[in-house]
Structure formats: C-alpha cells, structure tokens
C-alpha cells in the first residue's frame, strides 16, 4: 500500500527511475570481469522495478498479454522464494548459486531461468524506448517488432514467434501510447527525457544481470 501511495501522480516510468537511482547509489563500483561477491544485485528492488516497466509493458496492449505473463509469472517465481527467506535471497545471485549447486539452474521453472527470461524481457522494453526516443513519431508496429526482432526473437522458438507476430496487429497507435505513458504534469518533450534517463540507468544494470548469466552458462538458454 505505501508503495501505491507514494506512486500517486507519477508516471511508471518516473517510479522505476527513482527505484533504480537508489539502486546505482548502493551498487559499488566495478571494472572488468565481474565480482559476484562486489557486485550483488538486491532481489526485491530489482523485481520491483520489473513490476513498474511491466506496467508500461501493459500500455501497449493486448498484443502483449503472453509476453506480460509470462513476466509476471517470472516476477512471482522469484519473490515466492525470496520469501520463503528473505534474508538468505537478498541478493539474486545467491538465487543463481543455490540452483547451480543443486543442478537445477537449467531445469523446467528454475528461478535462474525466470531471472533470464525477466532480464531479455527488459532488455525488450529498453529497446522499444530507444527507438521511441530516437523517433517519437514512428510506426508504433513497426517499432515493437523491430525491439522484439533484436532481443527476444533470437532466444524464441517457432511457436513464439508466431504468437507474437499475430499480436502485432493489436498494437496502438503512436498518439495513444505515448498519451498513455504520460504522467499528467508531462508533456512530450519531458516525457523523451524521462524514457532516456531510464534507459542510461537500467541498460547498465541490465549488463550486469547478463554478466551473472554468462557465468553461469544460462546465457544460450532458449524457449520453445
């Protein structure tokens, strides 16, 4: 309820920024190969601003309900076992040693693969942003494939990538998404500079996440 309070007048987009500058300021500084140990990333803050994008994710559409279930059920894995112990899960790749320890990491509905598929999901979103902020004018479709086609696409199997190419037709125009992202003291202008400020904060994070991936060897993991 606090954090439904405290979004009260805010865009999602403007929540997530503030959720992930809390996020930098507590990151220590690293350079060159990663340190788990140096290096955690905070369970329930990292979900969190998940759940804000997911929340953009839902402007678009129906065309999205798979995509948007399938990150909510990702979401929902991770915090179920976080709470099972909170203070254990704290840091999400202490997620990712417990499941490769057990050999599991790779296995049916690991929470190492629910971090994986919740990261290329992100990695979607930013994507989209990019393309709206080099060009708010264009073709909404066209940008929502061409974000899919360099992110997911690659790691879908043939059966998603032909449910996602027929809920293309069900995107939006460009007037209304962007009316929709709108917090209501924004105007376009203001609303560009919020969707780049986000993407130079979560693109980084994002890298980590993938690092982490790399590590493990779940990088290569693909769907069905």
């Known amino acids: 309820m606090k954090r439904?309070?405290?979004?009260?007048?805010?865009?999602?987009?403007?929540?997530?920024?503030?959720e992930l500058s809390m996020l930098v300021k507590a990151q220590p500084?690293?350079?060159?190969?990663?340190?788990?140990?140096?290096?955690?990333?905070p369970t329930k803050p990292f979900l969190h601003v998940c759940t804000l994008i997911?929340?953009?994710?839902?402007?678009?559409?129906p065309t999205m309900a798979v995509l948007r279930q399938d990150i909510h059920q990702n979401?929902?894995?991770l915090e179920n076992l976080c709470e099972s112990d909170p203070t254990k899960y704290l840091n999400l790749i202490e997620i990712l040693k417990k499941e490769e320890s057990e050999?599991?990491?790779?296995?049916?509905?690991?929470?190492?693969k629910a971090l994986l598929?919740?990261?290329?999901?992100?990695?979607?979103?930013?994507?989209?942003?990019?393309?709206?902020?080099?060009?708010?004018?264009?073709?909404?479709?066209?940008?929502v494939e061409e974000s899919y086609n360099i992110t997911l696409k690659p790691r879908h199997g043939w059966i998603s990538s032909a449910a996602f190419k027929v809920?293309?037709?069900?995107?939006?125009d460009n007037k209304t998404f962007i009316s929709l992202l709108m917090a209501k003291d924004q105007n376009c202008d203001n609303l560009k500079e919020e969707m780049l400020t986000l993407i130079t904060l979560l693109v980084?994070?994002?890298?980590?996440?993938?690092?982490?991936?790399r590590h493990y060897r779940l990088d290569r993991l693909k769907s069905s």
């Not at 997911?54 to 559409?61: A, F």
């Not at 050999?103 to 190492?112: E, F, L, M, P, T």
């Not at 980084?204 to 991936?213: D, G, K, T």
């Open 4 to 18: 439904k309070r405290e979004m009260e007048g805010k865009s999602e987009i403007r929540s997530a920024i503030e």
């Open 29 to 41: 500084a690293t350079a060159g190969d990663i340190n788990l140990d140096a290096a955690p990333i």
């Open 54 to 61: 997911l929340q953009v994710l839902d402007k678009i559409g």
């Open 75 to 77: 979401i929902q894995r």
């Open 103 to 112: 050999g599991n990491a790779r296995k049916g509905s690991s929470c190492s």
């Open 117 to 143: 598929w919740l990261t290329r999901s992100m990695d979607f979103m930013v994507a989209l942003l990019q393309k709206l902020v080099k060009d708010p004018g264009q073709n909404m479709e066209h940008a």
């Open 167 to 172: 809920a293309l037709k069900l995107v939006p």
């Open 204 to 213: 980084p994070f994002l890298e980590q996440i993938h690092s982490v991936m």
